[in-house]
């Protein structure tokens, strides 16, 4: 079984390596980093290199594609080679998944229109924009089809996903060895439970980083 | 503020890039990944390679230390380089932190003698040996120490650092921003919650990959 995962420079590195760890572990499973060419991609904020062993050109076909997000997204989504790339992906994966604002790339890229899907809350009005139906839900599955919300959402995705494939046994085997037990020491994880004026800061700071 | 995360060939990947995601976000923090020489770095599933900006003797100094594991961390270990560095950043650092079998490296280099501390549950005993005093939370705090339990446990030991440097608040925006608001398909995050029947699944694995 392959799973592959395109990076691209300005990608968010949880969104990758959150379903990274927890696919990895999937018995039978292989893991591949791609990109537009074989090398190192630097996330958002700029000081981690994540190397991407092969080039989009050199994978033909997956079963697993799991699409991370992050404020390179836009400028990735320009690339159309990258969409012709998950368009060719898509048509023979047997779960075709994203992280974050990955889902902007699934609806770039057409696969979304009229599917149930989410993104990270900010963008959540983006996805409508590619015909999708935004739910927010932090894993939201449509047929073959599961898109997960803002980065830290991919463990839970990835996580649902194994047991999808692998069955209950082996993907619990997955959380204890990772010991995904999460206990956030504070509740301001959604813009529902985070109070007033941490959502307006984070939306602040969302509005001057788009900015410039 | 200076942020380093050492890494080695047979990390655990979301040991460094769980508390990565959080701690590059604190306002005025830069995060550097360092190791024995610059470059890529293999994690412990393969397929993934993580870049290191800076070379340990390029780094003299820094603010926060935190050391991921992984079964790589044995062999890390073996190298005095390695050690001494860490002893060195240990000696101006506000706070030394590790990740799962991270505190393994930490007590190695010395720096856990009589110390609470945790890791990895299939890891606690050998914390002892390092003249630590091992329990079983999900974030030990101990002085300027904090260590954080296996694999997925840096993200919440980071969100609470990040509260720690930055007050609540701002923790609150990093927690919001990176959306953490867990919702796990399964409750097998710890041996205590998980099936006894999967709790040995995952020893019984571990003991095999040890063996090989």
Request: glycine share 12%; aromatic share 6%; charged share 15%.
């Amino acid at each position: 079984m392959l799973i592959v995962i395109p990076i691209f420079d300005g990608l968010t590195a949880l969104d990758a390596v959150g379903p990274y760890e927890i696919l990895s572990r999937l018995p039978g499973a292989q893991v591949t980093f791609a990109a537009a060419t074989r090398g190192v991609y630097r996330t958002d904020q700029g000081s981690l290199g994540l190397h991407a062993d092969e080039a989009f050109a050199d994978v033909s076909a997956c079963d697993v594609l799991c699409v991370p997000g992050g404020p390179g997204q836009a400028q990735a989504a320009g690339d159309h080679g990258l969409l012709g790339w998950l368009r060719e992906m898509d048509a023979c994966s047997t779960w075709t998944t994203s992280v974050c604002t990955g889902s902007l790339l699934l609806g770039a890229a057409g696969l979304l229109q009229g599917r149930r899907a989410v993104t990270h809350w900010l963008s959540m009005d983006l996805l409508a924009g590619f015909g999708a139906l935004p739910h927010s839900d932090r894993v939201v599955v449509d047929g073959k089809y599961a898109t997960a919300a803002g980065v830290s959402a991919g463990i839970d995705m990835a996580l649902w996903l194994v047991g999808q494939i692998a069955g209950q046994t082996v993907a619990e085997a997955v959380q204890l060895s990772v010991e995904y037990a999460p206990e956030p020491p504070f509740d301001a994880g959604s813009p529902q439970t985070a109070p007033a004026e941490v959502v307006e800061l984070v939306r602040r700071v969302a509005r001057v980083t788009a900015a410039t």
